[in-house]
């Protein structure tokens, strides 16, 4: 019972004498998600800004969406890097079978190795099996309404995408088996905040440059930026429409 409900993550040797030495890098380990998390690559149907071309897509049965623009397919081993540095290691990881997730050899597959992630992988023509197709539907429904609802360029749904993938992980529902409670507090265990949730999608905003010392300029919401700072950071696109990153 004891070791079900432990880990035995120490380094072994089987060169005599036998030993078992602890690791000296468990700070570094991420936390550990104890649920199944699926992902998949998602077509926006245009090319984004900063020549993204896909978004990788994760997400699980509770609802839980998370979004990362992406220039090729095989780029979604940096996805998932990200993923677990922001959130977690899950025990499962979902997939269907496209090559760039699945093969022998590829860094997504070394990624999940190391951070000791069981790949499952789901039946040919079988896409309700991946928990992620359910995400990504939804996620381009919200992005079309976004777009009918302000007329915003379409190419900007490398900012669109993860923006509307953070308002689904923070929407309380009683679907799922949430109970009233949001995804991303059903997945972490903790009760997610929402004060940095001013402005709409590309809302009109004012903002200053030079840490606040400028005058006051206009432009656009595009998003929160994740980032170290204890401060509320956020994507602007300025009047003039030249995004600086």
């Not at 993923?83 to 050899?105: L, N």
């Not at 309404?145 to 379409?154: A, L, S, V, Y």
Request: glycine share 8%; proline share 5%.
């Amino acid at each position: 019972m004891t070791l079900e409900a432990t880990t035995q993550h120490h380094s072994r040797s089987a060169i005599m004498p036998l030993s078992q030495r602890y690791r000296m890098d468990r700070m570094f380990e991420p936390k550990r998600l104890h649920c199944e998390m699926a992902s998949d690559t998602m077509d926006p149907r245009c090319q984004g800004l900063h020549g993204f071309r896909y978004c990788q897509a994760f997400g699980n049965k509770q609802l839980f969406a998370e979004a990362y623009p992406i220039h090729q397919k095989k780029d979604c081993d940096e996805a998932l890097r990200k993923f677990i540095t922001d959130y977690g290691a899950p025990d499962v990881m979902i997939t269907d079978g496209s090559g760039e997730q699945t093969s022998r050899g590829t860094a997504f597959q070394a990624r999940l190795r190391k951070n000791k992630i069981v790949s499952t992988v789901t039946q040919s023509h079988h896409p309700q099996q991946n928990p992620a197709e359910t995400i990504i539907r939804e996620l381009r429904k919200r992005w079309y309404r976004g777009i009918f609802r302000t007329n915003c360029p379409r190419n900007l749904w490398n900012y669109g995408l993860p923006h509307y993938a953070r308002l689904m992980q923070l929407t309380a529902t009683n679907a799922a088996g949430l109970n009233g409670e949001a995804p991303l507090g059903g997945l972490l265990g903790e009760t997610p905040d929402i004060q940095y949730l001013d402005f709409a999608w590309y809302d009109w905003v004012w903002y200053k440059e030079n840490a606040g010392l400028d005058v006051p300029n206009i432009g656009r919401f595009l998003g929160i930026l994740n980032s170290v700072s204890n401060l509320a950071t956020y994507f602007i696109l300025p009047k003039s429409g030249i995004l600086h990153l």
